[in-house]
C-alpha cells in the first residue's frame, strides 16, 4: 500500500502524484481523504486506474451527404476489464465543433468486461456543404499510450474538381471604399453574349441541383434561387461574405447526382439583421428569412410576370394588400425598410409598406401623399422625411424606395439609391416602437390603397449604410454593369494519365 499527504494549505486545482514500482498490467485502486479541525471524511467510492496500454483503432470516416457518422475504437488489453475505464483524449482538426458534428466530451468508457468502446463522429446538417474536414483526437499524456495513440476521422464533405463549369463574378460596379458584410448580392443567369459560354444544358442534376458558388479561398457561399427558367433569367441571391472593390465570386456546376444545399430554403442567405424578405414573385406572400413572417394576400391582386428581380405582385388600388400581422416592433431598434414599386402617377394617398394608422402614433411606413413620397416614425411626435413624387417615377419601369430607421440619429429617405432627405430621430431614441397595428404592403392604415407593382421587400432590424442602399439598387437595376460575367471555363478533373504503348 502506497500513502501520500497534501499538506494544507492547499489551493483549489488538480492533485497529482507519481508512483514508482508499479506491475504492468493490472489495476489499482485509490481513494481520498480529507482531514481538517472539523474532522476527517472519505471519499464515498474508491477509484480506480491502470497499468496497461491503451490505443486508438480508426473505424470510419463520417459524410457531410447524409449525415453518415464515423467512428474510432478505443482499446484496452483483455487481461484488465474487471472495471469500467474512463479513456481521456484531446480533440483537434480543422472540422468545427457544435457547427459541422457534434461536440464530442473528451472521454470515453470501456464498459466493464468489454475490452473497447467506441467514439461516434456524427455531422451536423450545414447550411452549404463544406469542403473534407477533419478531426484528430489524441490519448492525454497521463494515460500508458499505446500505437496509435492519434486517430485522424475524416468528415468528408463535396470535391469542387469534380465540378465541371465554373463562371467568374466580379462586382466591379461597387466602387466604395466601404466593404459590406454580408450582403445579398443578385446574380442572373441567362444564355446570350453577356454570359459567354453559359448554357442551362451544363447542369448534371435537375434544374440547379448541382449549383454552387464559393469566394476566392475556395469557402462555399450560402445561396438562394429565387426562380429558375432556362427558357429566360434566372434569379439567384448569393451571401456575399465581405463586398469589397472588384471582389470577385465563383459559380460551379456541371455534377451528377447531387442536391442544392440547404442555404437554398433555410434563409440562411439573409443575415441576422433581415426581420423579413418578401420575394413577391408568386401567390403565397413566402419569407424567405429565417424568420418565416409569411403575408397573407388580400383582395384584388395578380401577378406580374415583369418584376424587378423575377416576377411581382400587382395591386388593384381598390381593396388589394398585404397582411403580415402586428410584428416588426422595432422596440429601442433602427431598422430599414425598402421595396421596388412600378405605378401609373399616383394622385390620392396610398401605402406602400409599413405600420400605419390614421392619428395615434407608435406608427412607421412608406406611403405617398399629395405629391410626396414619405418615411415616417411616430412614437411621440411625428418625424416624416418627404421627396417629391418626380414623373420618372411613373415610367413604366420600377424604383426603389428606402427608408434608414437610425434611432440616435435620422431617419433617411432614398429612392433608387440615391439620398433625398432626412430628419432627426435622437429625441425619440429611448421611445419604445411597439404597437398592434398591421405590418402591411399596398394599403395606408385600413382604407388607402395602392395602384401598381410591388416587389422585393424587406425589413431590416439595423440601419444600414448608405453604401449599402445604393449597392442593393445598383444591383438589381443595373445587374449586368453592377456585376462582371466571366467566361465559363472547363474545369479539368484532377487523377493520374496513364499510357498503354
Known amino acids: 500500500m502506497c500513502t501520500n499527504t497534501w499538506h494544507a494549505p492547499q489551493s483549489p486545482g488538480e492533485f497529482s502524484h507519481k508512483i514508482s514500482g508499479l506491475s504492468e498490467d493490472?489495476?489499482?485502486?485509490?481513494?481520498?481523504?480529507?482531514?481538517?479541525?472539523?474532522?476527517?471524511s472519505w471519499a464515498p467510492q474508491t477509484s480506480v486506474f491502470v497499468t496497461s496500454e491503451v490505443w486508438f483503432e480508426k473505424g470510419?470516416?463520417?459524410?457531410?451527404?447524409?449525415?453518415?457518422?464515423?467512428?474510432?475504437?478505443?482499446?484496452?488489453?483483455d487481461s484488465v476489464i474487471d472495471k469500467p475505464l474512463d479513456i481521456y483524449y484531446s480533440i483537434g482538426g480543422t472540422a468545427i465543433p457544435h457547427v459541422e458534428y457534434v461536440k464530442l466530451p473528451g472521454v470515453v468508457t470501456i464498459p466493464i468486461g468489454e475490452t473497447n468502446a467506441t467514439i461516434n463522429i456524427q455531422p451536423l446538417p450545414t447550411t452549404v456543404m463544406p469542403k473534407t474536414k477533419t478531426l484528430e483526437l489524441e490519448l492525454i499524456s497521463s494515460c500508458i499510450k499505446g500505437n496509435p495513440s492519434m486517430a485522424t476521422v475524416k468528415i468528408i464533405g463535396e470535391d469542387l474538381d469534380a465540378?465541371?463549369?465554373?463562371?467568374?463574378?466580379?462586382?466591379?460596379?461597387?466602387?466604395?471604399?466601404?466593404?459590406?458584410?454580408?450582403?445579398?448580392?443578385?446574380?442572373?443567369?441567362?444564355?446570350?453574349?453577356?454570359?459567354p459560354g453559359f448554357s442551362y444544358d451544363g447542369f448534371l442534376s435537375g434544374p440547379y441541383g448541382d449549383l454552387r458558388f464559393i469566394?476566392?479561398?475556395?469557402?462555399?457561399?450560402?445561396?438562394?434561387?429565387?426562380?429558375?427558367?432556362?427558357?429566360?433569367?434566372?434569379?439567384?441571391?448569393?451571401?456575399?461574405?465581405?463586398?469589397?472593390?472588384n471582389t470577385t465570386i465563383y459559380a460551379l456546376w456541371g455534377k451528377a447526382d447531387v442536391e442544392a444545399p440547404l442555404s437554398n430554403t433555410?434563409?440562411?442567405?439573409?443575415?441576422?439583421?433581415?426581420?423579413?424578405?418578401w420575394h413577391l414573385n408568386d401567390m403565397s406572400g413566402w419569407d424567405s428569412s429565417i424568420n418565416r413572417e409569411h403575408g397573407t394576400l388580400k383582395g384584388g391582386i395578380t401577378q406580374d410576370s415583369d418584376g424587378a428581380a423575377g416576377s411581382a405582385l400587382k395591386f388593384n388600388g381598390s381593396n388589394g394588400y398585404i397582411d403580415c400581422g402586428t410584428g416588426f416592433n422595432m422596440i429601442f431598434k433602427s431598422a430599414t425598410l425598402s421595396v421596388w414599386f412600378k405605378s401609373n402617377k399616383l394622385t390620392a394617398l396610398a401605402g406602400l409598406i409599413g405600420k400605419s394608422a390614421i392619428g395615434g402614433n407608435r406608427r412607421y411606413s412608406i406611403f405617398f401623399e399629395s405629391g410626396y413620397l414619405y418615411a415616417c416614425f411616430d412614437v411621440t411626435g411625428w418625424v416624416a422625411p418627404k421627396t417629391a413624387w418626380l414623373d420618372e417615377y411613373h415610367d413604366g419601369t420600377w424604383h426603389q424606395i428606402t427608408a434608414v430607421y437610425d434611432r440616435q440619429a435620422d431617419l433617411k429617405l432614398f429612392v433608387d439609391g440615391e439620398y433625398k432627405s432626412s430628419a432627426s430621430l435622437a429625441s425619440q431614441a429611448s421611445e419604445e416602437m411597439i404597437t398592434g397595428v398591421m405590418f402591411s404592403m399596398g394599403r395606408y392604415a385600413s382604407g388607402y390603397y395602392y395602384p401598381g407593382a410591388l416587389d422585393e421587400a424587406r425589413m431590416m432590424m439595423e440601419a444600414v449604410s448608405d453604401n449599402w442602399v445604393w449597392a442593393t439598387y445598383q444591383n438589381m437595376r443595373h445587374n449586368d454593369t453592377?456585376?462582371?460575367?466571366?467566361?465559363?471555363?472547363?474545369?479539368?478533373?484532377?487523377?493520374?494519365?496513364?499510357?498503354?504503348?
Not at 482 to 501: C, K, M
Request: hydrophobic residues 35%.
Open 163 to 195: 465540378w465541371q463549369k465554373s463562371m467568374p463574378i466580379t462586382f466591379s460596379g461597387y466602387t466604395k471604399e466601404e466593404v459590406l458584410t454580408n450582403f445579398p448580392a443578385l446574380v442572373v443567369f441567362e444564355e446570350g453574349l453577356s454570359r
Open 266 to 277: 433555410d434563409g440562411s442567405v439573409w443575415h441576422d439583421g433581415f426581420a423579413a424578405v
Open 26 to 40: 493490472c489495476l489499482y485502486y485509490y481513494r481520498f481523504m480529507a482531514k481538517n479541525d472539523s474532522g476527517t
Open 215 to 245: 469566394d476566392e479561398t475556395e469557402t462555399m457561399l450560402a445561396f438562394e434561387v429565387e426562380s429558375w427558367d432556362t427558357s429566360g433569367k434566372s434569379y439567384v441571391w448569393v451571401r456575399v461574405p465581405e463586398l469589397a472593390q
Open 60 to 77: 470510419s470516416d463520417a459524410y457531410f451527404t447524409g449525415l453518415i457518422s464515423g467512428e474510432v475504437k478505443v482499446h484496452r488489453k
Open 482 to 501: 453592377f456585376n462582371d460575367y466571366g467566361e465559363v471555363a472547363l474545369q479539368t478533373p484532377t487523377g493520374s494519365i496513364y499510357v498503354f504503348r
